[in-house]
């Protein structure tokens, strides 16, 4: 069934009514947002949203930090979560509305989980029904498997939380800027005015990474940027200060399970 964009945005602005919206936005939403860049900025949902785009590159931020989510992988946003979204591509996708009245088990943090196969038929048949205040019991069962099938899903590694002491977030905005400078942590210490053994106990402590996973998962985001946009594997890898193409491919592989042109070939992944 087709659902318009206006009567999506009334039901999920609603706590009541159904326990789970669900909705699939094809190649009309591709033609819509076009081929440039769009934003959306700070808002929040009282319902708890996940949103996956079959094409297109969604880039959100939070007061955590932010995280890129390429196609096929599916973004958890709680209720109430204020976030800022912008769109570059022709975009397509779905996206999942749950109710904070129900216990669904879900993290209270934003995070990105992979998609199976199960999950987008549990979504499109969940897009296809017509609302009413309560769902059937046909309809609760699928929304419980949909949920089993959400909670069990992996997390990968794309959320990029930012510190909040202004030094350290000076070197953040400045290894985001610069993603190739390979200072080591004592020489970052140094350039921010602050002990090495405090950099390393501050950055753990406000971001639950230590300084080099931190690096490392900002790198592997501004990678999946520009993969994304089409960028050369071999410039990606250069541009975030790898030695060679074969360090940054293991790099991803080691994160993601799959090279990068494995990545992006546009199919889900396995349930």
Known sequence: MSVSKQHVYELIERIDGPALIAYWLGDEAASEYGEGTHSYGWHHHLRGQFFCIESGLVQVHTRHGSWLLPPHRAGWMPPGESHTVTISGAMSGWGVFITPAID???PDHPCVIGVSELTRALVRRASSWA???????????VMSVLLDEMRRAPHE???LPMPHDRRLLRIAQAVLEQPHDNRGLDDWATWAGLSARSLSRLFRAETALSFAQWRQQARLSRGLQQLAEGT???AV????GYVSVSAFVAMFRRNF???P???FAG???PA
């Open 104 to 106: 669904h088990g879900l």
């Open 131 to 141: 609302w009413h205040d309560r769902l059937s019991d046909e309809q609760e069962r």
């Open 157 to 159: 590694p794309l959320y």
């Open 232 to 234: 050369p594997v071999a």
């Open 237 to 240: 890898a250069d541009a975030l």
């Open 257 to 259: 399970g799959q090279p």
């Open 261 to 263: 042109a494995r990545y």
């Open 267 to 269: 199919r889900p992944l």
